[in-house]
């Protein structure tokens, strides 16, 4: 039976060093290698490394996000019943006096008087739905905004001693 193998890290680390000892060897000795070319590889490699390097802050970040997201649209979904609750009390309020008319005219008074007061209250709440998908989508961003921040400062050499005198 065929066994599936599986690198250790200091393999991969040591076989990723040859490889680049290998390109950079190879980069230098080429006539059209420049200098420029051989900064791209370096910051290249380095901003491979920073953004593997911090995988489990990009999954804490992920979770956050999600998080928020779920938390957001359990609060969307409790808006939306909240005021279908609302709207189907008035519905049935709003029947029982057209029930009361006692002329053609008055119930188109009221029936007009309804629709206007229904699509103005619709409007409102798809306002106030989308004003709480805003906030919740900016929520959702936050945790991987800090992450990548974070990470990018760091390929810039940002909060990095080592390369200050």
Known sequence: MATARTETASEKKATAAKTATKTKTEAASAPEAS?????????????????????????????????????????????????????????????????????????????????????????EETSKLIRMMARIQQSCWKPVEACTKAALHGMNGEGNDSGKK
């Not at 593997?52 to 957001?72: D, I, P, Q, W």
């Not at 309020?93 to 699509?119: H, I």
């Open 35 to 123: 200098a420029g070319s051989l900064i791209a590889e370096r910051y290249r490699d380095t901003a491979y490394e920073t953004l593997v390097g911090k995988n489990g802050e990009n999954v804490t970040a992920v979770m956050s996000a999600g998080e928020a997201m779920f938390a957001g649209m359990a609060e969307v979904s409790q808006e939306m019943m909240t005021f279908a609750g609302e709207r189907l009390r008035q519905d049935i309020e709003t029947a029982e006096d057209f029930a009361k008319a006692t002329s053609p005219e008055e119930l188109f008074e009221k029936q007009c008087s309804f629709a206007q007061r229904a699509a103005q209250q619709y409007a």
